[in-house]
């Protein structure tokens, strides 16, 4: 069965501070892509990255940076250096090979940095 | 390039009344998506249309949901008749290939009363 699983509901930091999100994914597929979308509270999902099965070379793009780990299973998401704008709920996604039109979401992470 | 479009922003109706969804993908994209979050949850695939043509519609939770893609344009998702259970957001996507990354556009909130 495909899952992911996004156990941080919320979390609040201090500006600044560096945050990880977490993304635990399940799936009997061995082809698969996985995502993370930013939801600002203008309500549009933001893409952030697309990462495939095959490639666990951890990704940094400025303060965001991408763990990919598929011992654990998982894809973990950090902030480096907080910052208010990047308030908002994060989702991670998995889509497998046989269907990689459909996305299955976690239920998110609401982030909240104070300044 | 004008992203994804959604219309109405919110809607609240009463239980048995009918609502359409209108989403307007970006220009060009032949895959568009209907994806819904309730209360908090995940955001669950509803259906997958390429044009005019629904691909995969596994996630449509029953007959009450009609979604329709005329001339494989805009898109509409009607609900007849609304339950309290269909209340949530609505997500709309698109985008130019299967399997490349989504574009959403902000959702329609949909309060069923």
């Known amino acids: 069965a495909q899952k992911v699983t996004q156990a941080q509901t919320e979390i609040s930091v201090v500006e600044k501070e560096d945050v990880t999100l977490d993304c635990v994914y399940e799936t009997r597929d061995t082809t698969y892509y996985l995502f993370w979308y930013k939801q600002p509270p203008s309500g549009e999902l933001v893409f952030l990255i697309r990462r495939n099965s095959f490639d666990e070379q951890n990704e940094i793009s400025g303060r965001y940076s991408w763990n990919f780990q598929k011992s654990t299973s998982s894809f973990n998401f950090t902030i480096t250096a907080s910052q208010v704008v990047d308030s908002a709920v994060y989702f991670c996604a998995l889509s497998e090979a046989y269907n990689f039109n459909k996305f299955y979401f976690g239920s998110g992470t609401k982030l909240n940095v104070k300044p | 390039e004008a992203g994804v479009t959604q219309f109405p922003s919110h809607s609240v109706i009463e239980k048995g009344q009918t609502v359409t969804l209108r989403c307007d993908p970006i220009?060009?994209?032949?895959?568009l998506y209907w994806y819904r979050r309730v209360m908090g949850k995940e955001i669950k695939f509803l259906l997958h249309?390429?044009?005019?043509?629904?691909?995969?519609e596994s996630g449509m939770p029953n007959n009450r949901f009609l979604a329709e893609r005329t001339g494989g344009t805009y898109s509409t998702l009607k609900v007849q008749p609304a339950e309290l259970e269909d209340s949530g957001v609505y997500f709309c996507?698109?985008?130019?290939?299967?399997?490349?990354?989504?574009?959403f556009g902000p959702g329609t909130r949909l309060t069923v009363l």
């Open positions: 220009s060009g994209h032949d895959n």
């Open positions: 996507a698109s985008s130019r290939d299967r399997g490349n990354e989504q574009f």
């Open positions: 249309f390429v044009k005019e043509s629904k691909q995969d």
